[in-house]
């Protein structure tokens, strides 16, 4: 299975958002995400406009919810997310809660790992719980203090769920974590950031594609 790009967008202007996701789509994106910047500044008007302008693309809202699970993914959905992220430290309650919501409104659920003090285990929890997509992601602070997702990832192995990798990856590392397991990378500075966020999601892309070409 091809390894799914997912464009994390950590803005806070919703127009410059757009224009950046669109760039992002022609270099092969697969998903976008409404970062959790864009999401607190724009709200869920944002999930709406990048739905309209991108009808066949699974958008993402990284709400990273840690309470009333299913109140965050019913707004979600409704506005036009696909998948709805909630934070893997939540309670077990929240976790039920938004899972109902998601299989209510036809959505997925990613759980984000950042923070959590035993990954394995927890990542094996939520999978038995039904959560559809295990976010293995290392924060910008922790990035800062040299943890890595690619050991993040290794630490959470095979879940028999979706595995995503996330936090300061590069084309280079984004291409280790493919070869490594995951089944969506998802990269934000990387591209978002770039001059040419086109010409930045492409060479990722073909990294996680043909690795070492």
Sequence with gaps: MTTILQTALDLTEGKRALQIAEEAVKGGTDWIEAGTPLVKSEGMNIIRSLKKAFPDKRIVADLKTSDTGGLGVEMAAKAGADIVCILASADDAVIRDALRG???????????????????????????????????????????GGKNPLDLLGEIGKL???VAAAGGLTKETA???????????????????????????????????????
């Excluded at 035993?118 to 559809?132: H, I, S, T, Y």
């Excluded at 990378?185 to 043909?210: L, M």
């Design 175 to 213: 291409a280790e974590a493919a070869a490594a397991g995951a089944d969506i990378v998802i990269v934000g500075a990387s591209i978002i950031k770039s001059a040419d966020a086109e010409k930045a999601a492409r060479e990722i892309r073909t990294a996680i594609d043909a690795p070492g070409l």
């Design 160 to 162: 028999g769920v979706k």
């Design 102 to 144: 998601a299989a209510l409104y036809g959505v997925e659920l990613m759980a984000d790992m950042m923070n959590v003090k035993d990954p394995a285990a927890r990542a094996k929890e939520l999978a038995e719980m039904g959560v559809q997509i295990i976010n293995a992601h290392v924060g910008i602070d922790q990035q800062m």
